[in-house]
């Protein structure tokens, strides 16, 4: 092959001679070249001009010795690069598998889901887990959110509540994280009593939803997944509140939605109260006999069925109808 001096590449580079490198020459350049690619290069310019002509030999060695060093070790870098790009290769196809799968079973979950019924839901049950221990064994990221999906689907359905809570009993039982989601969340009733006595115009969907949430959680109850005393009080603050709100005005509609919700939770769970409390009747007033919290909650509903519209300014027929209808289905 030819020598290059830099004088003559100089000479090529600028067309100040008609010389054209041969091939080998351009190889090798082109090789250089991305070899070398991310090296930065630093000029000293104030002495570039005086050293021109003593660095061109210095600079023609240093080229050849650098050069024979990196063909010597070329094979060697070329099997680390095939290496770890062997290496990348695979942790990515890894990592886009992953993300697959994953998404794959979050998908699998809400088809199945979205298919329960009374009749489908014991066959479902079982294909249901599987895809949760999927991902309890691979991510412990994903279990979280898989958990809180399952658990916000669950209280939005309020027609299928009783078989989704008997599904989630079983998810309790399985894996405490679906017990401490379902105990935390019961703060949610709080916003739901400062947004109702907030908003004086709730949209029917919204109370819907509410509908939904407490029902789900007296099924729960119905199943013990919740303690007597955290349910009680939690009535409590709501029956309290729909109380003081009577004495007000333009509470009718506030009144009304806390009645309701109340209601549907005191009616969903008579099976359970009775099994669980000695509630005893007579004209004049119901008493449970082993809770005190509870006897001042049913003593509230029996009050509310015997009031008259006209003494309260936000009270209204239909609360003290449903109320009536309470002590009618426990009697």
């Keep these: ?151 916000k689907f669950f209280t939005k359905n309020q027609f299928i509540s009783k078989i989704y809570a008997n599904i989630y009993n079983i998810l309790c039982n399985k894996y405490n994280d679906f017990k401490i989601i379902l105990i935390s969340n019961l703060s949610y009733f709080d916003d739901i009593l400062y947004n109702i006595i907030n908003n004086t115009n709730i949209d029917d969907s919204i109370i819907n939803e509410y509908k939904s949430y407490f029902i789900f959680y007296s099924n729960c109850y119905n199943l013990d997944l919740l303690e007597d005393k955290t349910i009680i009080k939690l009535l409590l603050s709501f029956q309290l509140k729909m109380l003081n709100f009577f004495e007000l005005e333009s509470k009718k509609n506030e009144c009304e939605i806390i009645n309701e919700l109340v209601s549907i939770f005191v009616r969903n769970s008579k099976d359970y109260f009775n099994l669980k409390y000695n509630i005893c009747f007579n004209n004049e007033n119901i008493v449970v006999i082993n809770n005190d919290n509870m006897n001042i909650l049913f003593q509230n509903i029996f009050k509310i069925s015997n009031l008259k519209v006209y003494d309260f300014k936000s009270l209204t027929n239909k609360i003290i109808f449903k109320n009536k209808d309470i002590v009618d289905l426990f009697k």
Excluded: A, C, G, H
């Design 1 to 151: 092959m030819i020598k290059y001096t830099n004088s003559v590449i100089n000479d090529i580079i600028f067309k100040k001679s008609s010389m054209k490198p041969d091939i080998d020459f351009v190889n090798v350049i082109n090789k250089l070249k991305e070899e070398i690619k991310n090296v930065k290069f630093e000029f000293n310019n104030d002495n570039r001009n005086n050293n021109d002509n003593r660095n061109d030999n210095r600079n023609n060695n240093d080229n050849r010795n650098n050069y024979n060093n990196k063909i010597n070790n070329d094979n060697k870098i070329n099997n680390y690069n095939r290496n770890n790009n062997f290496k990348t290769f695979e942790n990515l196809r890894n990592y886009k598998s992953k993300i697959i799968n994953e998404k794959s079973l979050f998908t699998n979950i809400r088809n199945l889901l979205n298919k329960i019924t009374e009749k489908t839901y014991e066959k479902l049950l079982v294909d249901l887990i599987d895809n949760i221990q999927l991902i309890y064994d691979n991510n412990d990221e994903q279990k979280d959110e898989i958990t809180l999906f399952i658990f």
